[in-house]
């Protein structure tokens, strides 16, 4: 019987092992216009647990005892429906588990040529849309313009980060830990990125960037914010995306002192989902497709082997385990 | 000797009389194009406390013992410009002073025969353009979605909810005493109003609004913009006008603890200066004079007479002694 990931218990904080439950599925039951797909790969991201609490948000809370959401990418193993067939890639957002049947409207059809599956979850995922349209179509950035990205060794930062430099746009990207720091200008050559958790980001964004920033890519919130904030030139952008400083604080923490400079500067703070915006997923996905042809964009991917990994996978995300994209390899 | 008010010290905190000094000014002197001018009415604004800093802003700070910044109107009293005659009624930013010269190029020409002339550095000043750009322009206002205007009764806000009131909307305002909230649902034809000296604004907007706001005029930060955050809809605009709770704060104070929420609400949140938007005077000036003849759009002022009580209008912005623009008349 196949494997799936239930949530047990909504976390108080940062989530725990037993928070979740790994349990046996029953095997897969068809009606006419069904599919079953056997997962190859499957996403953890951190707005996941804002899912988790018991509130209202964009989306309705995950149920408790049930199968956990999220995007996938499968191989079609059996069709009942007339635009599949057995071998077909697919990606679903049907959940953390590693067979399961659905109605064909529940999947899409992926390019089953394309070399690398698990980059539909990444780059050419909601995770690569994500970049694409917070820093492109929100914040219009133009040449010569510095562009400042928190996580960026994150799995959206690293996307807006070299979509920011494709755009002759000055980089600068914060990170973890040294190592990240160093993948940032050697690997997705960005023209600056400083440690966070050893420099603070407003010391850090006054010596790197002295004449101050145009565009900020905020993943993070907090001392991030209030540090770009102070930096950010007239006119300037913020594309609010997240800010995993604060998903799992059980009281909510200040928001920056300086919120009110906002005004004199004349900025504007956009916060967005990527849901609201799918009609770009074509053009993104040409776009995105030759970027990483031509080798411009760097795609990197944190991968844990086996769907009993997911939930320690998961709550790595938020003590930076991941370089790129956390994904789960399933087959 | 005709008099003047100039910036003696930067104020600490709130602002005190000893801070300005009244003083007589020489004769003033003409050179050919030169116009003199008696001025008639002459504007004190919050905004006026940032310029009181010593910080670069979106404008230089104030020099020390030099005339205060800041729009009036007034007669020609003598010309040697060939568009100006004596007995024109022009516009300056030339400051709190009773009688100057100054070069034609530094006035603008007001219609003359206009009955309020007081109009111009109010509804039909600055004060209106940043409510009729930061709502209508900024915040794109729809037949039947619900505004918050904070600081409803002062110059800006109480013809930014006018304007709400105008294109259909449900308007809801914050005043600072119970007199304050009555004329907002009187005279200004909200639909709601409450004290935020007696009420909570998170309290106050969950009862008023149970099904939320859809844009917030900021005119004040602070708690109120904490409670409009809480309180908007999906998509919802705030138009960030100005925070007066916080002009007068040694050390900036903590921003809002939900600001977080920008991201799942996809909120947008922009600061705007009305001197980038100068282009909409002509087509805001001929909306405005059809709604005040019309009777949609009441004009309230707060006056006080005489330079010496300039000072002491200046600084009873901060405690709310304004109901409407506050004015200085000078004739």
Chains 1, 2 share one sequence.
Not at 64 to 73: E, F, K, S, T, Y
Not at 89 to 103: C, D, K, M, Q, Y
Request: aromatic share 8%; charged share 20%.
């Amino acid at each position: 019987m196949p494997r799936e990931i239930r949530l047990l218990n909504r976390p108080h904080a940062l989530p725990q092992p037993s928070d979740f439950g790994l349990v046996r599925a029953p095997d897969p039951q068809t009606a006419d216009g069904d599919v079953v797909v056997g997962n190859l790969w499957m996403s953890v991201d951190p707005y996941m647990r804002g899912r988790m609490r018991d509130a209202q948000s964009y989306a309705d809370p995950w149920p408790l005892n049930h199968v956990c959401d999220g995007r996938a990418v499968g191989r079609v193993l059996d069709s009942r429906h007339p635009d599949f067939a057995a071998g077909d890639l697919v990606r679903s957002g049907l959940g953390w588990r590693e067979i399961f049947a659905a109605p064909g409207a529940a999947l899409e059809k992926l390019d089953a040529a394309y070399p690398h599956p698990q980059h539909y979850l990444s780059a050419l995922g909601g995770t690569g849309l994500t970049a694409y349209v917070g820093l492109l179509d929100l914040c219009d950035p133009q040449p010569g313009q510095t562009v400042f990205v928190s996580g960026a060794a994150g799995a959206v930062g690293s996307i807006a980060g070299q979509l920011a430099r494709i755009r002759g746009c000055r980089v600068i990207g914060s990170a973890g830990s040294d190592a990240k720091v160093a993948l940032l200008t050697n690997d997705f050559r960005f023209d600056a990125a400083f440690n966070y958790k050893t420099q603070d980001p407003m010391d850090a964004l006054a010596a790197i960037a002295p004449d101050g920033i145009d565009i900020y890519f905020d993943n993070v919130g907090g001392r991030h914010l209030e540090a770009a904030i102070e930096s950010l030139n007239d006119f300037g952008r913020i594309a609010a995306c997240g800010s995993i400083s604060r998903y799992n604080d059980a009281t909510p923490a200040a928001g920056p002192a300086n919120l009110f400079q906002i005004v004199p500067k004349r900025l504007t703070m956009r916060g967005f989902i990527v849901s609201d915006h799918r009609d770009r997923q074509p053009q993104f996905e040409t776009d995105m497709k030759a970027w990483i042809a031509s080798g411009e964009m760097q795609v990197k991917e944190t991968v844990v082997d086996g769907i009993e990994n997911a939930v320690p996978a998961f709550i790595g995300l938020f003590s930076g385990q991941n370089t790129g994209k956390m994904l789960v390899r399933l087959a």
